[in-house]
């Protein structure tokens, strides 16, 4: 029984760890017969090692998000390794660390900036980068944090992830007559470096699983993992501009947060 992604070619972008939901939805999706290609930035050497770790090593392209050369030149890149894209999985993220804690009141312009220059505006620049490689039945995907609520901590993030929804829905809007989906997957949290990189993460972390109907797992990224392929997959075929809550059913009810 062939795999749910046989003979599509992905890009996977933001492999930091093994416990990146990227590399667990790059480790399913070559398990469910994908071509991967990566992306890494920064320290480029410690992707190409994770990149060893999947079922079959993928190669790595560096790309700056924010380095309008390193997305011009991304299209010949990927041709380096595959003809052309069926799937994206943007899962790109940053905010310098006045943005997060709780002191949204203090961070400065320049950084709210950069979070959203990283977080949000580089969706649209990832999609418009990939767009010389993709046709119709094509799949943009995103990780997403649910923004319909003020959270503890999370400040100018927060606001990042609202724009990143909003941005989903123009591109959905735009890229739809191409043929080409685009969804978010809003996951729970999860013991990722990103999340580390979060002060007071805990109070997260404490409420989450208490709350959630189904429970939820700190340490289980295979369920969003599953959700970004699916929607990268032919099962969604008329989805596009939504966001697919994966948190234990988190979302729809009351908190006490």
């Known amino acids: 029984m062939a795999g749910l992604l046989e003979g599509k070619r992905l890009l996977v972008t933001g492999i930091i760890t093994e416990q990146s939901i990227a590399f667990s939805v790059a480790k399913l999706a070559q398990e469910q017969g994908a071509q991967v290609v990566l992306t890494g930035f920064g320290r480029l050497s410690l992707v190409e090692r994770i990149a060893k770790r999947l079922p079959q090593e993928a190669p790595v392209i560096e790309l700056d998000v924010t380095n309008q050369e390193h997305l011009d030149g991304l299209a010949d890149k990927v041709r380096e390794h595959a003809d052309g894209l069926d799937g994206v999985l943007h899962s790109i993220g940053f905010a310098p660390a006045s943005c997060l804690g709780g002191d949204f009141l203090a961070a400065p312009w320049e950084d709210v900036a950069t979070a959203?220059?990283?977080?949000?505006?580089?969706?649209?620049?990832?999609?418009?980068?990939?767009?010389?490689l993709m046709g119709p039945g094509g799949s943009v995907v995103g990780l997403d944090f649910d923004a319909t609520k003020a959270w503890p901590v999370y400040d100018w993030m927060g606001v990042a992830k609202a724009g990143l929804e909003s941005t989903s829905r123009y591109l959905a809007r735009e890229l739809g007559p191409r043929g080409i989906r685009v969804n978010l997957v809003a996951a729970g949290p999860l013991r990722t470096m990103a999340a580390k990189s979060i002060p007071g993460f805990a109070v997260f972390e404490d409420s989450w699983a208490k709350t959630a109907p189904l429970g939820w797992d700190l340490h289980d990224q295979a369920a969003a993992a599953k959700a970004c392929c699916a929607l990268m997959s032919d099962w969604f075929p008329a989805t596009t501009g939504e966001i697919v809550h994966v948190d234990g059913g988190y979302h729809a009810v009351g908190s006490s947060q």
């Not at 959203?116 to 010389?132: E, N, Y």
């Open 116 to 132: 959203l220059h990283v977080s949000t505006f580089s969706f649209k620049s990832l999609a418009v980068a990939c767009l010389p």
